[in-house]
């Protein structure tokens, strides 16, 4: 089966005076029809970048450098601003985590919306207008038909983030970028968002690329996760597989920061040491040995493959069997920790 999208050794730049700095470097994942991955990660990881070089809104100076991009088998990554543009609203639809910057506040949301349906459907002016009441309708807009004439700042940011969520699907996109879709929500207002966003896909089969920096809603949301740091993917599988044994370790730091309602309530949560790194100062070999407990001599000179690792695939040196074996403590403590150490067998003593 084809892939919905599929990104393939993708390179993102940014020149500035003091050099070119790589903002996504070698990343690669696949969405398949109808499917949810979660794409997670600390501030500055990467996530919204990935997503606007997906849609082809990367802010200049920042540019694709190298890789594929492919929607349904179609390279996108090469096509010209105006080609873009037909793809941009009609197969990829995108929902910004500020619904203030989707909506023009100077026009009704109906016309909105129609504007949009008229745009990417060759239908009449009539019968957009009652496709936009429709998708009001079916994203929990109540009165739609006297919302129609409303204005942005009329509406509530949860129903401003609804109307949003109808203009994303107007044109029965093929895939929808999410990207923070619920930061400035409330959270009761947070689960009716993601689970709206979950049942309107799934019931159009729509695939889902869900932007968040939060675990919590990715784990509710998401058929497959994809865990990056520093621009690199760190590791991708299925939520249920990496929620219950994360194999990369900042994906189990980022899992152990997650509280719990029945752990100990004086128990404290475990943080991650240290920031994610400045573009302009990624370290040598793994990007993310400065802050992990696990390292060892080769995090620090070389980068790390992609390793599989049971249903998982993770950017980890203890999932390598070949070159150098961590120290036997290092192995102990992954172990301990739950991480599937490969590289167990030749561990230096």
């Known amino acids: 089966m084809t892939a919905a999208l599929s990104v393939r050794n993708l390179r993102v730049e940014i020149p500035t005076r003091r050099g070119v700095l790589t903002a996504i470097d070698d990343l690669s994942f696949d969405i398949a029809p ?14 919204s970048i990935t997503g606007s070089a997906i849609i082809g809104l990367l802010d200049p100076p920042g540019r694709v450098a190298g890789g594929e991009i492919l929607l349904s088998g179609e390279r996108i990554d090469n096509l010209s601003p ?6 941009r609203g009609k197969r990829i639809g995108m929902i910004f985590q500020d ?14 919306l129609t504007e949009t349906i008229l745009t990417h459907e060759a239908i009449s ?7 936009a009441e429709r998708l009001l309708v079916e994203v929990g807009i109540p009165a739609a038909g006297t919302r129609m004439s409303s204005y942005p700042h009329q509406f509530s940011g949860g129903m401003r983030q609804r109307v949003v969520i109808a203009l994303a699907l107007a044109a029965d996109p093929e895939l929808v970028i999410a990207d923070e879709p619920t930061t400035a929500l409330d959270v009761s207002v947070q689960a009716q968002i993601i689970a709206l966003i979950k049942r309107l896909c799934k019931d159009r089969g729509t695939s889902v690329m869900l932007i968040t920096h939060d675990m919590g809603v990715i784990a509710e949301t998401a058929d497959r996760v994809c865990v ?6 760190a590791e991708i599988g299925a939520v249920r597989d990496v929620v219950k044994r994360a194999q990369h370790p900042y994906t189990h730091g980022l899992m152990a920061a997650i509280p719990s309602l029945i752990d100990d309530p004086n ?5 991650i040491p240290g920031s994610m ?20 001599g080769r995090c620090m000179r070389e980068r790390p493959g992609i390793y599989p690792v049971g249903a998982s695939d993770a950017s980890c040196f203890l999932h390598d069997a070949s070159g150098e074996a961590p120290p036997a403590a290092v192995v102990r403590n992954a172990i301990d920790a739950g991480i599937d150490v490969r590289a167990s067998e030749g561990a230096e003593p």
């Open 34 to 47: 109808g499917e949810v991955l979660g794409v997670v990660g600390e501030s500055g990881a990467g996530k």
């Open 82 to 87: 105006s080609a873009m543009r037909q793809i």
């Open 99 to 112: 619904p203030l910057t989707s909506l023009n506040p100077l026009y009704r949301i109906g016309d909105q």
């Open 125 to 131: 002016a009539k019968a957009a207008a009652e496709k």
């Open 228 to 233: 990056l740091y520093a621009g690199r993917l």
């Open 267 to 271: 128990e404290k949560l475990e943080q």
């Open 277 to 296: 790194p400045r573009l302009g100062a990624i370290p040598a070999g793994c990007a993310f040995n400065p802050r992990c407990t696990y390292r060892f």
